[in-house]
């Protein structure tokens, strides 16, 4: 598009100030900005700042809310169990299941310079959040005798940079055809008058649309097409920075298949009113998981009992499993989709080209969600609780909550069960907290069980740290 239809499609929107700089830039950057602009759903971006920011808008009310419904903690011994795990491991076998990893988040957070997915997170074998998953589809395949197409959402801030670590570590070592990397859609950022921003002359402040954004990028790049193709019909979906997630857990998988299989979630059971995770409940009725961001507007979910108990507590952690078919179907109406906003500071340029660092929120970011299509299903979805350890530990940041530091505390403390359960000694300081770093690799035991038929009785005194590798124990 010329310049001139440019400018006058943004004029349309009153955002034709974001080309005031046009004559100052070179041939490249001008395509690349014409190119973002073309991107913009203008009319989308101008119905959420109508919407959103000019008046803020009345939260939706609500008469009843309350905890969802969910499925006990699988306990294997339950016939329930046994058949959630024969339908699942039914469906691996067949090849029907596919991995969703979602890493498009631009990790502000962590403040790790590169993809959150290349995070060193490993105490003792360094390797990174992408290994850690890898090595656990390394040991699925090998259990189910199958290939597990593995589709991996990365967005414009990180694509370049994680499809060059796969490279670089030779996928590691699974088959390079086996994995798709797909983009999701970036959206402008607005200031406090609806205005987009631009981050230097030629270039506009954006971000990842959400998690969300998978459903349409799925669609969009061709993914749900390639699914078909193979046949797969269900897609286990979790998110690079939950190091423990259960990758095509046959449980999960059984029990999202026996329950009707649309959308289903694992539930992890909140202890604290804020802790730092969305909310899965019944709103008048209708599934909806509420942001840990939006827990204000609806007071009633940091409410407690007597015992001190959070009574919403059902904390939905982002794993799902989801069908192919339901996909597709919230892209015909993704229009209903709700979108979140949260206000940023956000680095501009201003009127006269120069920088500003904002030490306040200065604008908006729009985003959205992956459990809010939770509202669409059709009938009542899975929830199925978890443990936190060995499932979910989610990193944010460095220390603090949900952070390297207490995913690897966690980590070691429940690795270290697994090693004296199979008689191994480890070191326990005076607390009783693990003394030493500890890490098994997924590719050798992805359970406690599956470690403990593998280790057999081998039992070693260790006073130093503890790898076991892929290959086999190794006290080091
Ligand atoms: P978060 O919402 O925690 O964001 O993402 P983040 O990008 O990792 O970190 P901050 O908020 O900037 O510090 C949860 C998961 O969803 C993915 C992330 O990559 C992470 O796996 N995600 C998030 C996307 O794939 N796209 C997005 O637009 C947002």
Request: charged fraction near 25%; hydrophobic fraction near 40%.
């Amino acid at each position: 598009m010329e310049i001139d239809q440019l400018s006058a499609r943004l004029k349309e929107y009153d955002q034709d100030h974001v080309v005031r700089f046009w004559e100052d830039l070179n041939q490249t950057e001008k395509s690349e900005l014409a190119a973002q602009i073309e991107s913009i759903d203008l009319p989308l971006m101008k119905r959420l700042s109508d919407e959103w920011i000019f008046p803020e808008p009345e939260p939706e009310a609500f008469t009843e809310i309350r905890s969802v419904p969910t499925i006990p903690q699988v306990d294997p011994a339950r016939p329930d169990a046994q058949e959630a795990l024969s339908a699942g491991e039914e469906a691996l076998w067949h090849g029907r299941v596919g991995l969703l990893l979602v890493a498009g988040g631009q990790g502000t957070r962590l403040g790790f310079d590169g993809p959150k997915g290349a995070y060193p997170i490993g105490p003792l074998s360094k390797d990174s959040l992408f290994a850690a998953h890898a090595n656990k589809i390394h040991n699925l395949q090998l259990r189910y005798g199958c290939t597990l197409p593995w589709y991996i959402m990365v967005s414009d801030t990180n694509k370049a940079a994680s499809e060059l670590f796969f490279k670089e570590h030779n996928h590691f070592g699974l088959d390079a055809s086996q994995i798709f990397f797909f983009t999701q859609s970036m959206v402008p950022c607005v200031d406090d008058n609806g205005k987009f921003m631009l981050e230097a002359k030629g270039r506009l402040a954006m971000n990842p649309n959400g998690h969300g954004g998978t459903y349409l990028a799925m669609r969009d790049n061709g993914m749900l097409e390639d699914a078909r193709s193979r046949g797969i019909d269900t897609l286990s979906y979790f998110q690079v920075d939950n190091w423990a997630a259960r990758v095509a857990d046959p449980y999960f998988i059984g029990y999202h298949i026996l329950g009707g299989g649309q959308m289903s979630s694992k539930i992890h059971r909140k202890l604290r009113p804020r802790e730092s995770v969305g909310v899965h409940v019944l709103c008048d009725g209708e599934h909806r998981t509420i942001e840990y961001s939006e827990l204000d507007i609806y007071p009633q979910l940091l409410e407690t009992d007597a015992e001190g108990n959070v009574i919403c507590d059902a904390g939905n952690p982002a794993i799902h499993v989801l069908d192919v078919g339901f996909v597709e179907e919230i892209c015909e109406h993704f229009d209903r989709f709700p979108w979140h906003l949260a206000h940023k500071k956000i680095p501009y340029i201003d009127e006269s080209g120069i920088v500003i660092q904002p030490d306040q929120p200065n604008g908006y970011k729009f985003e959205t969600f992956i459990f809010d299509a939770l509202r669409f299903v059709k009938h009542d979805p899975v929830a199925l609780e978890i443990p936190g350890p060995g499932e979910y530990t989610p990193i944010k940041q460095f220390e603090g909550d949900n952070s390297v530091q207490g995913a690897r505390a966690t980590m070691r403390e429940y690795w270290a069960e697994w090693l004296e359960e199979a008689g191994f000694k480890v070191p326990r300081d005076a607390t009783g907290s693990v003394a030493i770093d500890i890490e098994i690799n997924p590719e050798f035991a992805l359970t406690k069980e599956e470690f403990l038929a593998k280790v057999g009785d081998l039992a070693v005194a260790g006073n130093g740290d503890v790898s076991i590798g892929a290959n086999g124990t190794s006290p080091v």
